[in-house]
C-alpha cells in the first residue's frame, strides 16, 4: 500500500485508487452534461444578446432591487442590463473597491449620500441639458439640499419607511413603532425581518423615541447599540431589502420593516392580498430621495443619458410608479395615476397628515457607528 | 442461530433507515422538478402546472448568458488547473527536499484555506494588478473568475497526479533511458499514458468544481459576467422565479441522461451490476 | 538501430528537469494565492480611515483582532464553530449505518446503484438543491402546511430562518462527501471476514464494534475533514436556510468586504478562521490517529484468533470459541 498518493487529508488512505476512480466518473457525469448545454445554448447567450451580454457596449445600472418596470426595461432600444443592491452601502464598497472599473454606468443612491459620493469622485457631474424631460419633474423634488443645483443627481423616486404585518399572526392592531417593536419581541418574534440598511436599522429606535434619526448624540447611539444588539437582535430572522419579492408574498415573515413601495409590491403579488397591512408608523418616520447619477469613468455615458431621459418620460414615469410603487416627483404622472385608479394608490402617495410625520436624514460622522452598531446586530442575530 | 429474527430485524431497519437517507436526499431535488412546472411567478408559491418556466428559461438572455459564463470560465479554469496541477504533480512526485516540502505545504494550505479568505484576498488583489500594475487581461471577466476557480483545483490536480507518479515503478522510466528513450519520449511514451488516469480524473474534478463556484466568483466576477451559481444567488434577493429551477432541471436532467449514455456505452458486454460498479468506478 | 547509436543523455534521467515543471504552478500559486493572502495578513494589522476609505496601514496594531474576537463576533465563531462541529457529526451519524447498509447489506447487484443516486444531488448546484429545502421549509410551503393541516403546528410557526433549518441545510449539502470515504473503507469488510468474527463467536455488535468500526476509522477521519473544511468557511447555505439566524462567520467576513468596507477588521476576521480551521484539522488528524491506534490494538484479537482459526482447521484441530 503506498502511503503518500492524493491528498492524504482527504481521502482515506487505504483505497485511494478506488476513489479517484470515483471522483473521475462523477467528474465526466457533470461535465459532459454542462458540456452539451453549452452546445445547445443559442451563440447569443455567450456573445452577450440583447439587455444583459458581456459586451462593453451594454449600458449598466446598478439598482435597487427591481426598480424599474420590465416594460420601460424592454422598451429602452439601445438595451440595458440591471443588477441590484441592498444598500447604499453595499454599492458604495461595490465602487470603491473597484475604482474606477465597476463598469457600471448609472447608480441610483439615495441624496443623502450624494455629497461624500461626489466628494470621493464616484459620480459624474450631469449635463442637464441632455435631460430634456427634466421639465416633467416637479420643481420641489429638485434642487434639494444633498445637490442643490443637481450638479451630479436627478431624483427618480421618493418614499418613505414603515412595516407591513401579517394580520393572520398579529391580530391587535399596530399604528407606531413602538407598536412595532412590542410586535417584533412578541407574537412576531423569529419572524420578523429588517430592511438591510444601517441608517434605517438605526433610526427605528430614532423614531419611536422622537431623536433625529442621523444622530451623532453618543449617549443615543450607545442606546441604540443597547437596544439593537441585546434586545432586538435575537427576533430578527432576515435582514432583507427587497421583502416585497418573496418575503411578503410567500408569507415567510410576519413582520416586515420595509419601504412603501416594496411593500406595495409585496402585497400586491400575495396570494391573498387581505392578509397584509401596512402601517407609516407613529410618531416620525423616513423621508427619501433615490437619484440617478452617472457613475465617474461610465463607459457608456450617451445611453446612460438617453435612459435617464426615457425614464423621465411621462408615459414611462406612470409605469414605473405603478410596477415598482414610488413617487416619481412628476405631478402629471401622478394625475393620471389617481385618474386610472391604480390599486393600493394610498400607499404610493401618503397622505398631508402623514407627510408632515416624515423627513429627511443626513448622512454624518456618525454613521460609520451606525454600520458597526448593524454588523454587531447580524452577528447576535445569528448567535 | 438464535439470533436470526434479531438479525432480521436489525437489517429491516437498516434498510428502511437507508432508504430514509435517500429520500432525505432527493427531497429538495424533487420540489425542484416539481416547481419546475409552476405556472405562477414566484418559485416558493404555487399557482398551477405549466411549462412556461421552461420557455421562459430557455429565451431569458440572463440566465443562458449566465449558464455561458459558467461553462466557459470552467473550461479555462480546468486547463488552468490541469496543465499547472498536472505538472506540480510530477514535480513533487518525483523530487524530495525541502522545496518540495515548501511546494506541497501551500498547496495543502490552498485546500485547507477557507473560500471565503481566498475571495476576499483575490478581489482586491486582481483590481490592483489590472489597476496599478496596468495587466489589462485580469480586467477580462472570463480570466479572473477561471483564476479564481484555479487554485483549489490546482491543488487537487497536483495531488491526484502526485499519488499516481509515486506508486510508479521507477523500473519503468529506468528501463526505457535504458533502451536510449529521449527523455521526452520517455515522459511521452512511459509516463504520460501512466499517469493518464489521474490527470483526467483531476481535470474533470476541476470542471466540475469550477462549475459549482459560487463564494469566490461572487468576489472576482465582473459586471456582466455573472455564472450561474452567482445569478442564481443574487435572484434571492430580487425573489425566485420558477425559470431558475426549471434551468437546473435541465441541467440535472441532462446530466442524468449523460449518466446513462455512459452506462449503455459501458453495458455492452457487461452485466447490469458490472456496469453500475464501472459508472461509479469500483470496477 | 539508430537509437543504438545514439548517446545516453545526460545521467540525470527525468528526475533532473522535473523541478523545473513546478515553476509555472509555483508561479501562478505565488501571485494568485500566497501574496494575496499575504496582503491581507497585512491589511489586518491595520484600520479603516474614514467613510469612504477601505483600509489604511499608516499605524500598524493587532487592534483589529481585539475586535474581531469581542462580543457579537466572538459569539459568531463559536456559533459557526458549533454549526460545523454539530453538523459534521450528525453526518457520520448518519453516514455510518448507512455506508454499513449500503456496503454489507445491498446486494453487490444494487450496491453501486444505490451509491450513484447518493451522487446525484452532488451533480447538481449546491445553491439550487438548498433553494428546493427552501420552498420546503417555508412557512406557506408543503411541510408546513400539512403540519399545520394536522394540527401539530400554529399559523406563527416557521422552520425556515431558524437554526434547525441551517444544521438541516448544512447536513444535507455534505452527507454525501461523508458517505464515499466511509463506504469506500468499510467495502473492503468482505463476508469471508465477518463470518470469520462470527464463527469465532463474536456477536454481531462485537463484530461491528471490533471488525467493522476499525476498518471504517479511516474512512471517517477522510470524511471528517472533507466536510469540516468546506463547512467552516460556508456561509450559503446558512444564508438561504437561516436568513438572520444563519450568520456565519463567512457571511461576517463578506459583509466587512462588501458593506462595511472595513478591510482591516475583514481581514483579522479572516486569518483569524484560517488558524481556526487548521487547528481543527491539526487536531481531528491527532485524535485520527489516536483512535486508529486504539482500534488498531483491539482488532488484533479477532485477527489473531482468525489466523489460529486458520491454523486448527489446517491441522484438523478443534478451537475453543
Given at each position: 500500500m503506498?502511503?503518500?498518493?492524493?491528498?492524504?487529508?482527504?481521502?482515506?488512505?487505504?483505497?485511494e485508487?478506488?476513489?479517484?476512480?470515483?471522483?473521475f466518473?462523477t467528474?465526466?457525469?457533470?461535465?459532459?452534461a454542462?458540456?452539451?448545454?453549452?452546445?445547445?445554448?443559442?451563440?447569443g447567450?455567450?456573445?452577450?444578446?440583447?439587455?444583459?451580454?458581456?459586451?462593453?457596449?451594454?449600458m449598466?445600472?446598478y439598482?435597487?432591487?427591481g426598480?424599474?418596470?420590465?416594460?420601460?426595461?424592454?422598451?429602452?432600444?439601445?438595451?440595458?442590463?440591471?443588477?441590484?443592491?441592498?444598500?447604499?452601502?453595499?454599492?458604495?464598497?461595490?465602487?470603491?473597491?473597484?475604482?474606477?472599473?465597476?463598469?457600471?454606468?448609472?447608480?441610483?443612491?439615495?441624496?443623502?449620500?450624494?455629497?461624500?459620493?461626489a466628494?470621493?469622485?464616484?459620480?459624474?457631474?450631469?449635463?442637464?441639458?441632455?435631460l430634456?424631460?427634466?421639465?416633467?419633474?416637479?420643481?420641489?423634488?429638485?434642487g434639494?439640499?444633498?445637490?442643490?443645483?443637481?450638479?451630479?443627481?436627478?431624483p427618480?423616486?421618493?418614499?418613505?419607511t414603515?412595516?407591513?404585518?401579517?394580520?393572520?399572526?398579529?391580530?391587535?392592531?399596530l399604528?407606531s413603532?413602538?407598536?412595532?417593536?412590542?410586535?417584533?419581541?412578541?407574537?412576531?418574534?423569529?419572524?420578523?425581518?429588517?430592511?438591510?440598511?444601517?441608517?434605517?436599522?438605526?433610526?427605528?429606535?430614532?423614531?419611536?423615541?422622537?431623536?433625529?434619526?442621523?444622530?451623532?448624540?453618543?449617549g443615543?447611539?450607545?442606546?441604540?447599540?443597547?437596544?439593537?444588539?441585546?434586545?432586538?437582535?435575537?427576533?430578527?430572522?432576515?435582514?432583507?431589502?427587497?421583502?416585497?419579492?418573496?418575503?411578503?408574498?410567500?408569507g415567510?415573515?410576519?413582520?416586515?420593516?420595509?419601504w412603501?413601495?416594496?411593500?406595495?409590491?409585496?402585497?400586491?403579488?400575495?396570494?391573498?392580498?387581505?392578509?397584509?397591512?401596512?402601517?407609516?408608523?407613529?410618531?416620525?418616520?423616513?423621508l427619501?430621495?433615490?437619484?440617478w447619477?452617472?457613475?465617474?469613468?461610465?463607459?457608456?455615458?450617451?445611453?446612460?443619458?438617453?435612459?435617464?431621459?426615457?425614464?423621465?418620460?411621462l408615459?414611462?414615469?406612470?409605469?414605473?410608479?405603478?410596477?415598482?410603487?414610488?413617487g416619481?416627483?412628476?405631478?402629471?404622472?401622478?394625475?393620471?395615476?389617481?385618474?386610472?385608479?391604480?390599486?393600493?394608490?394610498?400607499?404610493?402617495?401618503?397622505?398631508?397628515?402623514?407627510?408632515?410625520?416624515?423627513?429627511?436624514?443626513?448622512?454624518n460622522?456618525a454613521?460609520q457607528?451606525?454600520?458597526?452598531?448593524?454588523?454587531?446586530?447580524?452577528?447576535?442575530?445569528?448567535a | 442461530?438464535?439470533?436470526?429474527?434479531?438479525?432480521?430485524?436489525?437489517?429491516?431497519?437498516?434498510?428502511i433507515?437507508?432508504?430514509?437517507?435517500?429520500?432525505?436526499?432527493?427531497?429538495?431535488l424533487?420540489?425542484?422538478?416539481v416547481?419546475?412546472?409552476?405556472?405562477?411567478?414566484?418559485?416558493?408559491a404555487?399557482?398551477?402546472?405549466?411549462?412556461?418556466?421552461?420557455?421562459?428559461?430557455?429565451?431569458?438572455?440572463?440566465i443562458l448568458?449566465?449558464?455561458?459564463?459558467?461553462?466557459?470560465?470552467?473550461v479555462?479554469a480546468?486547463?488552468?488547473?490541469?496543465?499547472?496541477g498536472?505538472?506540480?504533480?510530477?514535480a513533487?512526485?518525483?523530487?524530495?527536499?525541502?522545496?518540495?516540502?515548501?511546494i506541497?505545504?501551500?498547496?495543502?494550505?490552498v485546500?485547507v484555506?477557507?473560500?471565503?479568505?481566498?475571495?476576499?484576498?483575490?478581489?482586491?488583489?486582481?483590481?490592483?494588478?489590472?489597476?496599478?500594475?496596468?495587466i489589462?487581461?485580469?480586467?477580462?471577466?472570463?480570466?479572473?473568475?477561471?483564476?479564481?476557480?484555479?487554485?483549489?483545483?490546482?491543488?487537487?490536480?497536483s495531488?491526484l497526479?502526485?499519488?499516481?507518479?509515486?506508486?510508479?515503478?521507477?523500473?519503468?522510466t529506468?528501463?526505457?533511458?535504458?533502451?536510449?528513450?529521449?527523455r521526452?519520449?520517455?515522459?511521452?511514451?512511459?509516463?504520460?499514458p501512466?499517469?493518464?488516469?489521474?490527470i483526467?480524473a483531476?481535470?474533470?474534478?476541476?470542471?466540475?468544481?469550477?462549475?459549482?463556484?459560487?463564494?469566490?466568483?461572487?468576489f472576482?466576477?465582473?459586471?456582466?459576467?455573472?455564472?450561474?451559481?452567482?445569478y442564481?444567488?443574487?435572484?434571492?434577493?430580487?425573489?425566485?422565479?420558477?425559470?431558475?429551477?426549471?434551468m437546473?432541471?435541465?441541467?440535472?436532467?441532462?446530466?442524468?441522461?449523460?449518466?446513462?449514455?455512459?452506462?449503455?456505452?459501458l453495458?455492452?458486454?457487461?452485466?447490469?451490476?458490472s456496469?453500475?460498479?464501472?459508472?461509479?468506478?469500483?470496477? | 538501430m539508430?537509437?543504438?547509436?545514439?548517446?545516453?543523455?545526460?545521467?540525470?534521467?527525468?528526475?533532473?528537469?522535473?523541478?523545473?515543471?513546478?515553476?509555472?504552478g509555483?508561479?501562478?500559486m505565488?501571485?494568485?494565492?500566497?501574496?494575496?493572502?499575504?496582503?491581507v495578513?497585512?491589511?489586518?494589522?491595520?484600520?479603516?480611515?474614514?467613510?469612504?476609505?477601505?483600509?489604511?496601514?499608516?499605524?500598524?496594531?493587532?487592534?483589529?483582532?481585539?475586535?474581531?474576537?469581542?462580543?457579537?463576533?466572538?459569539?459568531?465563531?463559536?456559533?459557526?464553530?458549533?454549526?460545523?462541529?454539530?453538523?459534521?457529526?450528525?453526518?457520520?451519524?448518519?453516514?455510518?449505518?448507512?455506508s454499513?447498509?449500503?456496503?454489507?447489506?445491498?446486494?453487490p447487484?444494487?450496491?453501486?446503484?444505490v451509491?450513484?443516486?447518493?451522487?446525484?444531488?452532488?451533480?447538481?448546484?449546491?445553491?439550487?438543491?438548498?433553494?428546493g429545502?427552501?420552498?420546503?421549509?417555508?412557512p406557506?410551503?408543503p411541510?408546513?402546511?400539512?403540519?399545520r393541516?394536522?394540527?401539530?403546528?400554529?399559523?406563527a410557526?416557521?422552520?425556515l430562518?431558524?437554526?434547525?433549518?441551517?444544521?438541516?441545510?448544512?447536513?444535507?449539502?455534505?452527507?454525501?462527501?461523508?458517505?464515499?470515504?466511509?463506504?469506500?473503507?468499510?467495502?473492503?469488510?468482505?463476508?469471508?471476514?465477518?463470518?470469520?468474527?462470527?464463527?469465532?463467536g463474536?456477536g454481531?455488535?462485537?463484530?461491528?464494534?471490533?471488525?467493522t468500526?476499525?476498518?471504517?476509522?479511516?474512512?471517517?477521519?477522510?470524511?471528517?475533514?472533507?466536510?469540516?473544511?468546506?463547512?467552516?468557511?460556508?456561509?450559503?447555505?446558512a444564508?438561504?436556510?437561516?436568513?438572520?439566524?444563519?450568520?456565519?462567520?463567512?457571511?461576517?467576513?463578506?459583509?466587512?468586504?462588501?458593506?462595511?468596507?472595513?478591510?482591516?477588521?475583514?481581514?483579522?476576521?479572516?486569518?483569524?478562521?484560517?488558524?481556526?480551521?487548521?487547528?481543527?484539522?491539526?487536531?481531528?488528524?491527532?485524535?485520527?490517529?489516536?483512535?486508529?491506534?486504539?482500534?488498531?490494538?483491539?482488532?488484533?484479537l479477532?485477527?489473531?484468533?482468525?489466523?489460529?482459526?486458520?491454523?486448527?482447521?489446517?491441522?484438523?484441530?478443534e478451537?475453543?470459541?
Amino acid at each position: 500500500m503506498t502511503e503518500h498518493r492524493i491528498p492524504k487529508i482527504l481521502v482515506p488512505r487505504s483505497r485511494e485508487a478506488e476513489f479517484t476512480r470515483r471522483l473521475f466518473l462523477t467528474g465526466v457525469v457533470g461535465a459532459g452534461a454542462t458540456l452539451a448545454l453549452a452546445a445547445c445554448a443559442p451563440d447569443g447567450a455567450n456573445g452577450g444578446g440583447s439587455g444583459s451580454g458581456g459586451g462593453s457596449g451594454t449600458m449598466r445600472v446598478y439598482s435597487w432591487s427591481g426598480y424599474d418596470a420590465p416594460e420601460n426595461v424592454k422598451g429602452f432600444a439601445p438595451g440595458v442590463a440591471i443588477d441590484s443592491y441592498s444598500s447604499n452601502e453595499e454599492m458604495i464598497a461595490k465602487l470603491v473597491a473597484a475604482r474606477g472599473t465597476s463598469g457600471y454606468d448609472i447608480v441610483i443612491p439615495t441624496g443623502v449620500f450624494v455629497p461624500q459620493m461626489a466628494e470621493n469622485q464616484l459620480l459624474e457631474k450631469l449635463d442637464l441639458s441632455r435631460l430634456k424631460n427634466l421639465g416633467n419633474v416637479d420643481a420641489a423634488f429638485l434642487g434639494q439640499a444633498w445637490d442643490p443645483d443637481n450638479t451630479y443627481t436627478v431624483p427618480k423616486y421618493w418614499g418613505t419607511t414603515g412595516f407591513a404585518y401579517d394580520t393572520r399572526v398579529i391580530t391587535r392592531e399596530l399604528v407606531s413603532w413602538d407598536d412595532f417593536i412590542d410586535a417584533a419581541k412578541n407574537e412576531a418574534s423569529g419572524r420578523t425581518s429588517l430592511a438591510d440598511d444601517p441608517g434605517e436599522i438605526c433610526a427605528i429606535l430614532c423614531f419611536a423615541r422622537g431623536w433625529d434619526q442621523s444622530t451623532q448624540d453618543e449617549g443615543e447611539l450607545a442606546k441604540i447599540r443597547t437596544f439593537l444588539v441585546d434586545e432586538l437582535a435575537q427576533h430578527i430572522s432576515a435582514f432583507d431589502s427587497a421583502p416585497g419579492s418573496g418575503a411578503i408574498p410567500q408569507g415567510s415573515q410576519a413582520l416586515v420593516h420595509t419601504w412603501n413601495g416594496e411593500a406595495r409590491r409585496g402585497i400586491m403579488a400575495s396570494s391573498e392580498p387581505d392578509r397584509w397591512k401596512w402601517v407609516l408608523p407613529t410618531p416620525d418616520t423616513n423621508l427619501w430621495t433615490d437619484n440617478w447619477a452617472i457613475v465617474k469613468g461610465a463607459k457608456n455615458v450617451d445611453a446612460a443619458y438617453e435612459f435617464i431621459d426615457y425614464s423621465l418620460g411621462l408615459e414611462q414615469a406612470v409605469r414605473n410608479t405603478e410596477y415598482v410603487g414610488y413617487g416619481t416627483g412628476i405631478g402629471a404622472a401622478e394625475a393620471q395615476l389617481a385618474a386610472a385608479d391604480a390599486p393600493l394608490l394610498g400607499m404610493i402617495f401618503p397622505s398631508e397628515e402623514e407627510k408632515q410625520r416624515m423627513y429627511t436624514g443626513q448622512i454624518n460622522a456618525a454613521q460609520q457607528t451606525r454600520m458597526e452598531i448593524v454588523a454587531e446586530m447580524k452577528a447576535r442575530a445569528g448567535a | 442461530m438464535t439470533g436470526t429474527t434479531r438479525d432480521r430485524a436489525t437489517n429491516l431497519s437498516l434498510r428502511i433507515f437507508g432508504i430514509l437517507v435517500l429520500l432525505f436526499l432527493f427531497a429538495p431535488l424533487l420540489v425542484i422538478l416539481v416547481y419546475s412546472f409552476n405556472s405562477g411567478r414566484l418559485l416558493g408559491a404555487w399557482e398551477g402546472f405549466g411549462v412556461n418556466a421552461y420557455q421562459t428559461a430557455f429565451s431569458s438572455p440572463d440566465i443562458l448568458h449566465a449558464v455561458g459564463v459558467s461553462l466557459r470560465s470552467s473550461v479555462v479554469a480546468t486547463l488552468f488547473a490541469t496543465l499547472l496541477g498536472s505538472a506540480l504533480g510530477v514535480a513533487i512526485g518525483v523530487r524530495t527536499g525541502t522545496v518540495v516540502s515548501v511546494i506541497v505545504g501551500v498547496l495543502a494550505l490552498v485546500l485547507v484555506t477557507p473560500e471565503i479568505v481566498q475571495a476576499v484576498s483575490l478581489m482586491p488583489w486582481l483590481t490592483s494588478l489590472s489597476v496599478d500594475w496596468g495587466i489589462a487581461p485580469l480586467n477580462d471577466g472570463i480570466l479572473r473568475l477561471a483564476i479564481g476557480h484555479s487554485l483549489f483545483a490546482t491543488a487537487v490536480v497536483s495531488f491526484l497526479v502526485r499519488g499516481r507518479v509515486r506508486a510508479l515503478d521507477p523500473a519503468l522510466t529506468e528501463a526505457a533511458e535504458d533502451l536510449y528513450a529521449s527523455r521526452w519520449n520517455s515522459f511521452r511514451q512511459i509516463l504520460l499514458p501512466q499517469l493518464a488516469p489521474a490527470i483526467g480524473a483531476g481535470a474533470l474534478m476541476a470542471f466540475t468544481l469550477s462549475l459549482d463556484n459560487t463564494i469566490i466568483s461572487a468576489f472576482v466576477q465582473t459586471t456582466g459576467n455573472t455564472p450561474w451559481p452567482v445569478y442564481v444567488l443574487s435572484s434571492l434577493r430580487s425573489g425566485l422565479r420558477p425559470e431558475l429551477a426549471a434551468m437546473a432541471a435541465v441541467m440535472l436532467i441532462a446530466t442524468l441522461a449523460l449518466l446513462a449514455l455512459a452506462a449503455a456505452v459501458l453495458a455492452r458486454g457487461g452485466s447490469a451490476s458490472s456496469t453500475a460498479r464501472a459508472l461509479v468506478g469500483s470496477e | 538501430m539508430s537509437r543504438m547509436a545514439r548517446t545516453r543523455t545526460s545521467g540525470r534521467g527525468p528526475r533532473g528537469s522535473s523541478t523545473l515543471l513546478a515553476v509555472p504552478g509555483g508561479i501562478w500559486m505565488l501571485v494568485f494565492f500566497i501574496v494575496p493572502i499575504l496582503v491581507v495578513v497585512w491589511y489586518s494589522f491595520g484600520q479603516k480611515p474614514g467613510l469612504y476609505g477601505t483600509h489604511d496601514n499608516s499605524v500598524l496594531s493587532l487592534d483589529r483582532y481585539g475586535e474581531a474576537l469581542s462580543g457579537a463576533f466572538l459569539l459568531t465563531f463559536a456559533n459557526t464553530l458549533q454549526i460545523a462541529v454539530i453538523g459534521t457529526l450528525i453526518c457520520v451519524l448518519i453516514a455510518v449505518p448507512f455506508s454499513y447498509w449500503l456496503a454489507v447489506k445491498v446486494t453487490p447487484k444494487w450496491r453501486y446503484v444505490v451509491l450513484a443516486l447518493v451522487l446525484v444531488p452532488y451533480w447538481t448546484n449546491f445553491l439550487i438543491r438548498t433553494l428546493g429545502w427552501q420552498i420546503l421549509l417555508a412557512p406557506e410551503g408543503p411541510v408546513t402546511v400539512l403540519l399545520r393541516q394536522l394540527g401539530l403546528v400554529d399559523a406563527a410557526f416557521s422552520m425556515l430562518y431558524t437554526k434547525g433549518a441551517v444544521q438541516l441545510g448544512v447536513v444535507y449539502n455534505y452527507l454525501p462527501l461523508m458517505i464515499l470515504p466511509i463506504f469506500v473503507a468499510m467495502e473492503r469488510l468482505t463476508p469471508a471476514l465477518r463470518e470469520a468474527s462470527k464463527d469465532l463467536g463474536a456477536g454481531r455488535w462485537g463484530t461491528f464494534r471490533q471488525v467493522t468500526l476499525p476498518l471504517a476509522a479511516p474512512g471517517i477521519v477522510g470524511g471528517v475533514v472533507l466536510v469540516f473544511i468546506p463547512l467552516m468557511g460556508d456561509y450559503i447555505t446558512a444564508q438561504v436556510l437561516g436568513g438572520a439566524k444563519g450568520n456565519m462567520v463567512g457571511q461576517m467576513i463578506a459583509g466587512q468586504f462588501q458593506q462595511g468596507q472595513n478591510w482591516a477588521l475583514g481581514s483579522a476576521m479572516s486569518v483569524t478562521l484560517i488558524l481556526i480551521t487548521l487547528l481543527s484539522v491539526v487536531l481531528v488528524g491527532a485524535v485520527g490517529i489516536v483512535c486508529g491506534a486504539i482500534l488498531r490494538a483491539r482488532r488484533r484479537l479477532p485477527i489473531e484468533r482468525t489466523a489460529a482459526a486458520a491454523t486448527a482447521a489446517r491441522t484438523g484441530t478443534e478451537v475453543p470459541a
